[in-house]
């Protein structure tokens, strides 16, 4: 039986596999319509039902994952020279990154922070180790939770996405965890990872509110959020008009809904970054110039290192090697706003960071998690069906292929 063609279902949760003869060596195999099965009208969960207790679980095994990269990520030293973050003398562009700044300030004297500090092993028995624990550990534990909604929120399994959302903390290791060239910690790369895979989620679900309370705070995190705005243009582009709109060329009406929220975005994203660039003006910059400047050009090293071939393995990593899959199984994602948002972003980014940041510190990449787990989520749930949950066949040979005849 030759497969000569995997046809796009006709449900969205179905799969249609056409078999054609298209030889005289491949002998009288009628063609044959299989689909993949669902029962009581509802496709099968790839996992068992959900309940309180397995809930609970699922949590505590999160969180013992979420603390085991967080204790294996401190093990690395500081980039940021601390005391001087904390008052806001750091170089820049690190400074503008002033969040984890205010963080530090509320609960660098507290007493539990210190006495915390006291009972903790090397590297962890200071106060700024003790809070980038904390930080790192809820910000991955709430990438992982908006994550799973995401996921959840695409396929309608609950179950699934939790346990998909579980490669966001895989990727994680490889992206800022990386036990080879530059290892350090920076207190934004955790939280920066968080606001994306949240801001995702407030996007699909079109929590509006919620969304632009957080996005003020993303900015003061790292700057990156503004690829946010991007996605958020690609996925309301594709995801919010019916098919008859489109084919209407309804353009207009598209942009004048899409506009005020991107003219909103970009000017609390101008107006924060302009304050941080005034309020830090005076501090030194990354390579012995004045402040002032937002970004630093890297081009041409970037493009140095691109060429040497031992840097490949190092960039085939970003998101656990696992980058080449989603290229691979793309049209398996089916879902106009997340297909397009991976590869708009995705590419955008690289075009920036290769101007801006240092190519061979993947770290700059690691927000790119926050698409991808829900991409290879989207393919694994639309490309595979539980096995065990498919129809028998009775004993039937019409329903088995030839090698089984």
């Keep these: 039986m030759l497969v000569s063609k995997l046809g796009r279902a006709t449900e969205f949760n179905d799969v249609e596999l056409w078999v054609k003869d298209t030889t005289a060596v491949h002998i009288g195999y009628k063609v044959e ?83 915390t500090s006291g009972h903790m092993p090397k590297p962890l028995n200071n106060p700024y180790a003790v809070i980038l624990l904390g930080i790192s550990f809820f910000s991955l534990m709430g990438a992982v939770l908006a994550t799973s909604g995401t996921i959840m929120r695409l396929t309608g399994d609950r179950v699934f996405g939790r346990w998909m959302s579980l490669l966001v903390v895989y990727m994680t290791y490889f992206n800022l965890a990386p036990n080879w060239g530059l290892k350090y910690t920076l207190p934004y790369d955790v939280p920066s990872l968080f606001f994306f895979c949240t801001g995702l989620y407030l996007i699909i679900c079109r929590r509006w509110w919620v969304y632009y309370l957080l996005f003020p705070l993303a900015v003061l995190n790292r700057e990156t959020i503004c690829f946010l705005t991007i996605f958020f243009v690609v996925w309301e582009w594709f995801q919010t008009d019916s098919e008859a709109a489109v084919a209407a060329n309804q353009i207009g009406r598209r942009v004048m809904r899409i506009l005020p929220h ?144």
């Design 33 to 115: 319509q299989v689909r993949h099965p669902k029962i009581d009208g509802e496709r099968k969960r790839f996992f068992t039902k959900d309940s309180p207790l397995r809930f609970a679980a699922w949590i505590t095994f999160t969180m013992l994952l979420c603390m085991h990269f967080c204790l294996f990520y401190l093990s690395n030293p500081s980039f940021l020279r601390q005391e001087l973050y904390l008052q806001g003398q750091e170089a820049t562009p690190f400074q503008y990154r002033v969040l984890p700044m205010y963080v530090y300030r509320a609960f660098i004297h507290t007493h539990a922070v210190i006495a």
């Design 262 to 405: 991107v003219l909103v975005q970009a000017a609390i994203w101008f107006g924060i970054k302009l304050y941080l660039a005034h309020m830090f003006a005076s501090n030194p910059a990354e390579v012995g110039r004045n402040g002032g400047s937002i970004f630093f050009g890297h081009l041409g090293y970037n493009l140095h290192e691109l060429i040497k071939p031992q840097q490949w393995p190092v960039l085939l990593s970003i998101c656990g090697f696992l980058l080449p899959a989603l290229w691979v199984g793309r049209r398996w994602i089916r879902v106009a706003g997340m297909s397009w948002g991976c590869a708009i972003v995705m590419g955008l980014w690289f075009l920036g960071m290769i101007q801006v940041g240092v190519i061979t510190e993947i770290r700059i990449f690691s927000e790119w998690t926050a698409f991808a787990v829900p991409a290879l989520a989207l393919i694994v749930y639309h490309r595979f069906t539980p096995i065990s949950y498919m129809e028998p066949c009775g004993g039937s040979t019409e329903c088995q292929g030839p090698e089984l005849r």
